[in-house]
């Protein structure tokens, strides 16, 4: 019986092994991917685990409004960004193929902001980009575009670095992250670890000195006729100061800050600031950011952590007791067949038991009369 039983335990120790083998390596790195049927939340926030847009705000910002029809002019308010992520599943099962295919998914990007106070719109953009599924980096494609308005530049950009997300398990070390204005992917540092909303992230800083933009002429001669008429060329300079937290799982962004600033610099006069904004997602956006990476955590670590070393102590344990029954029962059964070969032998060298008449001729001689009397 034991026999049998540790038969059985060490049956099941095998396949929870298997099982924990596969959840780690086969299962664990299918969820470790951008997925194809990622949907953009509606007002309701529906369908679950759909990506809700961020939200930033810059108090006291300076910033340029351009309008139709009208001198450009630099005011001042608390400016909103709004960036919406939406996977494109029509532009990846046509576009992806070849070495991208199976690798790769497309997304749209729509970043708007607005003046909060007059709730005018200052500035749009519209992207689409490959990301790789596994690292979240930006691919080379075709097809990808960047349009923005105003006097940030033509639809031509060739993406690459991190975007909208970091990789899953993000690493300490150092990354590229894309930067919409300059149009390239630049270096961002690793700058410590931080609890955001009770969520421990990993905080990576990128510094942009000021940097030409290269910004056609014809535009930046606007800008001159308008804050510098005596001004024969010129050119506006960019510089930001980018903190990305992220949740390091899942390779979410769960807060964002970014300082920047634009300013003209004409060959004549003094320059003139066209924006000096400090953006940070509001505190709805973080506690939305830090749920949806928990989440996406929690189910990681289960499929990826929990579940193989559950299998794998289950496994190991029904191993040594299943080994340990089936050795006990052939110990058993070997004993009890040794015991039954030296009953046998017993029997076969016993002197057999005395007859009755035997018993009465052995010792001493009978006398005469005493057997008649017997």
Known sequence: MKARLGAVLFGIGVLCLVLAAGAAFFVAPTVTKLPYDLKL???????????????????NAKFLQLKKDAPPTVQTGTLQATTEVAPQAGSTESEMTGDLEGKAVVWGAYGTVKWIQTGEVISQYSAELALDRRTAAA??????????????????????????????????????YFDRDLRKALPIRFDGTEKINGTEAYRFRQVIEETDLGMPAERVGGLLGAFAPGATSGKVMYSNTRTIWIEPVSGNLV????????????????????????????????????????????????????????????????????????????????????????????????????????????????????????
């Not at 639809?155 to 070390?173: A, D, L, M, N």
């Not at 005395?354 to 001689?365: I, W, Y």
């Open 255 to 374: 807060k964002v800050q970014e300082q920047q600033k634009k300013t003209l610099v004409p060959d004549q006069g003094a320059p003139t600031a066209l924006l000096d904004a400090d953006f940070v997602y509001t505190d709805e956006t973080i506690a939305n950011s830090v749920e949806s990476a928990g989440k996406n955590r929690d189910k990681l670590l289960l499929i990826g952590r929990t579940i193989p070393l559950v299998l794998t102590v289950v496994g190991a344990l029904a191993l040594i007791v299943g080994l340990w029954l089936v050795l006990a029962g052939r110990r058993a059964t070997a004993a009890a067949r040794h015991r039954a070969a030296g009953g046998d032998a017993d029997a076969t060298t016993a002197p057999a038991p005395r007859t009755s008449s035997e018993q009465v001729t052995s010792g001493a001689p009978v006398r005469d009369g005493e057997a008649g009397h017997r």
């Open 41 to 59: 939340c509606n007002a309701e926030n529906k369908p679950e685990g759909c990506l809700k847009p961020s939200v930033a705000v810059a108090e």
């Open 139 to 176: 691919v080379g494609w075709d097809k990808q575009f960047l349009q923005a308005d105003g006097p940030e530049g033509p639809s031509e950009v060739t993406f690459g670095g991190q975007t909208y997300k970091f990789p899953f398990h993000t690493e300490r070390k150092d990354y590229e």
